[in-house]
Structure formats: C-alpha cells, structure tokens
C-alpha cells in the first residue's frame, strides 16, 4: 500500500519559513518524480515545485521561484520544501505528489497524492 504522508505545517508570519517534509512508502521511491501542489480555498490545485528521480532537475511555479526550494532524499524516501519569505497568499493546503519516471509538474500525470498539511500565513 503506497502512502504519502505530509508534516511540517503550520501557523507562521508574513516573511518567516516552514519547510515541509513528504515521506513515503510502498513505493520505490528513486522509480517517482516528486512534486508538490496546494490548493487555497475556493480555488483549483495548483503546482507549487517538482524534483526529478534523481535530483537533478527542478522545476517551480513562478509564483514561489526564488522563495521555495525542493529537494529530496532517495535514502530516507523523502522529499522536501523549503519556503521562505512567506506571503499570506501562500496559505493552502500543501500535497505531496507522486509521478512514476515522471516531472510531477501536472496534476494528470500524478499516480499518488498525499493528505495535505496546512499552511497558514498571517500578515
């Protein structure tokens, strides 16, 4: 059984940092693009950041280039985001996704979702 499993939410100011954390299992984790997208209220899913199976490409919405970093550990089957210089319109659920030998730029091509994590940025 395949779980992706968020943490590292939460309640944080107008400038301050959180960095998410998405570890799995069930999968070969090396086998899987891994990205991750949010979604606010009353609004679509949308890509935020993706890392490719080995690392070594990355790719990011414009709205976050610059501020968010991802990256991944093929060790610990886990995958991280950094965000920093948070802005109020970066709260939204956070999901972590999976894509066989994929970018997981694209909420079609995903093969695995996890639950999502909260992020609430006040100003």
């Known amino acids: 059984q395949v779980q992706l499993v968020e943490s590292g939410g939460g309640l944080v100011q107008a400038g301050g940092s959180l960095r998410l954390s998405c570890t799995t299992s069930g999968l070969t984790f090396s086998f899987y693009g891994m990205g991750w997208f949010r979604q606010a209220p009353g609004k679509e899913r949308e890509f935020v950041a993706a890392?490719?199976?080995?690392?070594?490409?990355?790719y990011y919405a414009d709205s976050v280039k610059g501020r968010f970093t991802i990256s991944r550990d093929n060790a610990k089957n886990t995958v991280y985001l950094q965000m920093n210089s948070l802005k109020p319109e970066d709260t939204a659920v956070y999901y972590c996704a999976a894509e066989h030998w994929g970018t997981a730029t694209e909420n079609g091509g995903i093969n695995y979702w996890g639950k999502g994590t909260l992020v609430t940025v006040s100003s």
């Open positions: 890392i490719r199976w080995r690392g070594t490409s990355t």
